[in-house]
């Protein structure tokens, strides 16, 4: 698929890196301001990327010392997992910002734990996912875990938080979904909403499920409740431009975003049609929702069924018929 080149906006430079084989297509970096300049997301761990930031950067007169500050989106691996290299490459700690309820995700003490551990143990349990389909998902946490630096000293940010610089001012926009600290940036002035991973053109984002439930202010969160209500809270933003963590940009949010409306009501009608059939476990769910699942994604596919499982209960579709494990669902 061809990326559209982004608009020429004054003092906005997106980096734009490719993720060939990837269904994301590609990683932006934004680099906003004359100099110096706010880096929104750092991007993933690889040799080669600190050099292609820095010329993206020189490219228009500017260079990795012209790095005021760095701002996470959220804390996944591909938006924070560059950070500590830029800074060494930039011989100073840049101060880096992250939301709040993300904050854990990046620091050394999660990721000094096992990735894998006894509470994702017992979520593939209750999916009910074969040996085979762990190992592979087991695999692939322990291949993302060296595409990144974990960081301790992160300053957190808070919705209204306002980010100023020659010309610009980012206000940070807590949209919880993706993950409950996903937070898109706002420039007023120029009306570009830097969306993160919360609103992406090609593909409708993951409201992941939380596997560390411990780690959550509201022990009663589901994250594609949280999800839409996000996205209702941008419709009333004035925005002209949408630059996302992923993917090309976009100039039309309300029909982004009422088309992720759709989709997921549309999703929940299948999963509610799948359990119609039988009650299974979510894994023997999966080819009745999902017409493709690359290999190595079942847990995406089964967050996502649970998600949506989670709001049919709660509208009365669904109900819990054996807390197993594996765990099963009938339709009502």
């Given at each position: 698929m061809t990326i559209r080149p982004f608009p020429e906006i004054e003092?906005?430079?997106?980096?734009?890196?490719?993720?060939?084989?990837?269904?994301?297509?590609?990683?932006?970096?934004?680099?906003?301001g004359p100099g110096p300049v706010t880096l929104i997301d750092a991007g993933l761990k690889l040799p080669w990327w600190v050099d292609f930031i820095r010329s993206s950067l020189r490219s228009r007169g500017l260079d990795l010392g012209d790095i005021e500050r760095i701002i996470f989106?959220?804390?996944?691996?591909?938006?924070?997992?560059?950070?500590?290299?830029?800074?060494?490459?930039?011989?100073?700690?840049?101060?880096?910002?992250?939301h709040e309820e993300d904050r854990w995700r990046i620091a050394s003490e999660t990721f000094e734990e096992e990735m894998?551990?006894?509470?994702?143990?017992?979520?593939?349990?209750?999916?009910?996912?074969?040996?085979?389909?762990?190992?592979?998902?087991?695999?692939?946490?322990?291949?993302?875990?060296?595409?990144?630096?974990?960081?301790?000293?992160?300053?957190?940010?808070?919705?209204?938080?306002?980010?100023?610089?020659?010309?610009?001012?980012?206000?940070?926009?807590?949209?919880?979904?993706?993950?409950?600290?996903?937070?898109?940036?706002?420039?007023?002035?120029r009306k570009i909403l830097f969306s993160g991973d919360h609103i992406i053109k090609h593909i409708t984002p993951n409201p992941l499920m939380e596997i560390k439930r411990s780690r959550l202010p509201d022990p009663n969160y589901q994250s594609l409740r949280t999800f839409m209500e996000s996205l209702d809270r941008l419709k009333s933003l004035d925005v002209r431009l949408v630059f996302p963590g992923h993917g090309e940009y976009m100039d039309n949010l309300h029909e982004i975003i009422d088309g992720y409306f759709v989709h997921h009501r549309e999703r929940m009608d299948l999963v509610w049609q799948a359990l119609k059939k039988e009650s299974r476990p979510l894994y023997h769910?999966?080819?009745?929702?999902?017409?493709?699942?690359?290999?190595?994604?079942?847990?995406?596919?089964?967050?996502?069924?649970?998600?949506?499982?989670?709001?049919?209960?709660?509208?009365?579709?669904?109900?819990?018929?054996?807390?197993?494990?594996?765990v099963l669902y009938r339709a009502l």
């Open positions: 003092d906005v430079h997106p980096i734009v890196m490719p993720l060939p084989g990837s269904d994301l297509l590609t990683l932006n970096l934004y680099a906003v989106t959220h804390g996944h691996m591909d938006h924070f997992g560059l950070a500590m290299s830029i800074r060494e490459a930039a011989g100073r700690d840049i101060p880096c910002f992250i894998w551990t006894e509470e994702m143990e017992y979520f593939m349990a209750t999916a009910g996912l074969p040996e085979t389909e762990i190992r592979k998902v087991r695999d692939r946490f322990a291949f993302l875990r060296e595409l990144c630096d974990p960081l301790d000293d992160a300053s957190v940010m808070r919705d209204g938080d306002v980010f100023e610089g020659d010309g610009y001012h980012l206000t940070v926009i807590h949209t919880p979904g993706h993950t409950t600290g996903m937070s898109c940036l706002y420039e007023a002035r769910l999966i080819d009745d929702v999902f017409p493709y699942v690359p290999d190595g994604d079942a847990f995406l596919a089964i967050s996502e069924l649970l998600v949506h499982l989670e709001i049919l209960v709660g509208e009365g579709r669904a109900e819990l018929a054996d807390p197993g494990p594996p």
